[in-house]
């Protein structure tokens, strides 16, 4: 009988820790659904923004598969670019496979790869086309109801026919992504405060939330010297705690008719 009682505990304890141990990997994966897209058009190929944005990308992209700093890890991630030669052209998406084990570097010559800087780039921006390309990955991976990060690296202006010489900024419909989750957030880096004040004030919205920082805000990480990857953990650290502040910002949700 003690011998059973011997062989029934250690069952229990292997399981037990079998047990913890899937519950661990999994609650360590994460909910979130991230997708990162990058602006192709000319405009912001040309722009001193555009190896800037790689380059922090490449960083960024690093803390979130590692959940360095308190960054959110991930439990899907597709990156792919905003525009094309057409409009509404479907573009390729990367998976989260394409960036892991991969160093800082790697990443960057990664993404360097994946958006070859030209010299001419494609004419559109199509913002609505990357719209609704995340909602039928979104629903045809049954991600639905998963919270959702969208980040997008461009100047922000919309390439639509102008009304009064001004651009509509109505005309972009974030209505795809409305009913895909609870908590949706749209984040657009390396805009200036002119467009980033229309996308908060003039883009229809009723469930996204939308966050914009400027190219100048963005450049600080650089200008400043706060990051730098390998042995200078303080700067690592000051590089996390500034990409929580200035844009993994927690977004209230504002209603826009």
Same mark, same amino acid.
């Given at each position: 009988? +003690? ?10 304890? !292997?399981?037990?820790? $079998? ?18 897209? !990058? ?15 790689? +380059? ?27 525009? $094309? ?19 800082? !570097? ?10 070859? +800087?030209?010299?001419? $780039? =494609?004419?559109?921006?199509?913002? =609505? ?16 109801? +998963? #919270? ?30 409305? =009913? ?23 883009? #229809?919205?009723?469930? !996204?939330? /939308? ?5 100048? /805000? ?10 730098? #990857? ?12 500034? /990409? ?6 927690? /977004? ?6």
């Amino acid at each position: 009988m +003690r011998k059973l009682a011997i062989t029934i505990s250690l069952i229990f304890i !292997v399981f037990s820790v $079998g047990c913890n141990k899937l519950n661990s990997e999994s609650s360590s994966k994460g909910r979130l659904v991230m997708f990162i897209g !990058v602006d192709i058009s000319g405009s912001f190929m040309k722009s001193k923004n555009f190896k800037d944005s790689l +380059r922090f990308l490449s960083h960024y992209i690093y803390g979130h598969l590692h959940g360095q700093g308190g960054l959110e890890k991930p439990n899907s991630l597709f990156i792919g670019s905003i525009g $094309g030669a057409k409009a509404n052209e479907s573009k390729t998406f990367y998976p989260i496979e394409t960036f892991q084990d991969k160093s800082i !570097v790697q990443i960057e010559k990664q993404l360097h790869k994946i958006f070859p +800087r030209q010299k001419i $780039g =494609n004419p559109f921006t199509d913002y =609505n086309a990357f719209f609704g390309q995340i909602q039928h990955f979104v629903e045809s991976r049954k991600l639905v109801m +998963r #919270p959702i990060s969208i980040v997008m690296l461009s100047d922000g202006i919309p390439d639509t026919p102008k009304k009064n010489g001004k651009h509509d900024y109505r005309s972009l419909k974030l209505k795809p992504l409305e =009913n895909l989750s609870r908590n949706v957030t749209l984040r657009l880096l390396y805009t200036d405060a002119v467009v980033g004040t229309n996308w908060q004030t003039r883009v #229809p919205r009723q469930r !996204v939330k /939308v966050w914009t920082q400027d190219a100048n /805000v963005m450049r600080y990480w650089k200008a400043r010297n706060i990051m730098l #990857p390998g042995k200078e953990i303080a700067k690592q650290e000051k590089f996390y705690a500034w /990409v929580k502040s200035n844009v993994d910002f927690n /977004v209230r949700l504002k209603r826009v008719d």
